[in-house]
């Protein structure tokens, strides 16, 4: 019987060690999660928990052959914001909350998109805004109507009600934002309007943020 509770006190010190070596980790400091829609449901953004945790297969690769995965620069355009995690998440809670003047776009292709996405993303494939991969006219000139608040009298572009654009896809090597920009302001998009999240999601899963599977 001694060496029965012995053991359990062995057992209990031992949890209580553990909780004890396991430590928060918040987005930043006072701030565990933030809660954003996607889908019309509430998800909750945070980081993961588990101090040991660490990133994704999918996210390790050092090497990718550039080109075409190339580094992509700090800036990309002249105008256009090269954003971080909190100004996303800051943006995703905006538009949750009823600001229609947002979108943040992952400009992935839905291949990349069902292995998970920033909760609160739209998915707008790069190859939508590139003629080069086949969009035409009429669907781009749709696309910028039904989704970026733009509107069109007699072939001229009206983008006074144009939407602020946040915009990411794979990280730091990926082009498929970077095209989906370039395209847009060759468009005439203001590039104050366009916010770009460099890091995307390598970043993201970097610091084992929250994401959702894409549609």
């Known amino acids: 019987m001694k060496s029965k509770l ?28 933030v809660a954003v829609k996607h889908d019309g449901k509430t998800v909750k953004i945070s980081r993961n928990q588990d101090n040991k945790n660490t990133i994704k297969p999918a996210f390790a690769k050092t090497s990718r052959p550039c080109p075409p995965f190339c580094i992509q620069p700090a800036v990309l355009a002249p105008g256009v914001e090269t954003i971080a995690e909190n100004e996303v998440i800051d943006y995703v809670a905006k538009m949750s909350g009823g ?6 776009i992952d400009s992935r292709t839905p291949d990349w998109v069902k292995k998970g996405t920033i909760p609160g993303a739209k998915n707008i494939p790069w190859t ?32 006074s009600k144009a939407k602020t654009l946040v915009l990411f896809c794979n990280g730091m090597w990926c082009g498929q934002s970077p095209n989906n920009i370039k395209n847009l302001l060759k468009l005439g998009y203001p590039a104050h309007k366009i916010k770009w999240y460099r890091g995307g999601m390598q970043d993201w899963e970097i610091l084992g ?7």
């Open 99 to 104: 600001d229609s003047s947002i979108l943040v």
């Open 6 to 33: 012995i053991l359990a006190a062995l057992a209990a010190s031992l949890v209580i060690s553990a909780n004890v070596s396991a430590k928060p980790v918040a987005i930043v400091k006072g701030t565990m999660e």
């Open 209 to 215: 943020l929250t994401t959702v599977p894409g549609k």
């Open 128 to 159: 939508k805004l590139n003629p080069a991969k086949g969009a035409d006219p009429v669907s781009i000139l749709e696309l910028l109507e039904d989704e970026f608040g733009i509107t069109e009298s007699e072939g001229l572009l009206n983008f």
